[in-house]
């Protein structure tokens, strides 16, 4: 089970392998939020958020025949926002400054997918 703990953490080791990460947030994919890395007087609905970019990228893989979502990412001019399901149930989403190293961002985010889904339980893995 997915708890804020394992948020704390993933977030740690995300900044630790990759500089210019503003936010982490773990939630799940109905749009509550079970980790978010800022105060709470600047959580402003993003797992919501987050989780209906995801819901929007997996209806839309799936109408234009793509299979399941492996990660979604927006690019704005003062950053990204890096959405990757860890199961059915949870979502990691981490927004980061301008100019951010993609891909070690998306390796990152991979290492720690890969912990997430061993925590959430084989029951609610993604195959």
């Given at each position: 089970?997915?708890?804020?703990?394992?948020?704390?953490?993933?977030?740690?080791?995300?900044?630790?392998q990759?500089?210019?990460?503003?936010?982490?947030?773990?939630?799940?994919?109905?749009?509550?939020?079970?980790?978010?890395?800022?105060?709470?007087?600047?959580?402003?609905?993003?797992?919501?958020?987050?989780?209906?970019?995801?819901?929007?990228?997996?209806?839309?893989?799936?109408s234009?025949?793509?299979?399941?979502?492996?990660?979604?990412?927006?690019?704005?001019a003062?950053?990204?926002l890096?959405v990757?399901?860890?199961?059915?149930?949870?979502?990691?989403?981490?927004?980061?400054?301008?100019?951010?190293?993609?891909?070690?961002?998306?390796?990152?985010?991979?290492?720690?997918?890969?912990?997430?889904?061993?925590?959430?339980?084989?029951?609610?893995?993604?195959?």
């Amino acid at each position: 089970m997915i708890v804020a703990k394992h948020g704390l953490l993933a977030a740690a080791r995300l900044r630790k392998q990759v500089d210019g990460i503003r936010r982490v947030v773990i939630a799940r994919t109905d749009g509550i939020a079970l980790y978010d890395d800022v105060p709470l007087e600047q959580r402003d609905g993003a797992a919501a958020l987050t989780a209906a970019v995801l819901g929007l990228a997996d209806t839309s893989s799936a109408s234009l025949d793509l299979d399941e979502v492996q990660f979604t990412f927006t690019m704005g001019a003062q950053g990204s926002l890096f959405v990757v399901p860890v199961d059915h149930q949870h979502l990691l989403a981490i927004v980061a400054e301008a100019g951010v190293d993609t891909v070690a961002l998306a390796s990152a985010a991979q290492s720690e997918i890969a912990v997430l889904r061993r925590l959430a339980g084989p029951a609610m893995a993604v195959s």
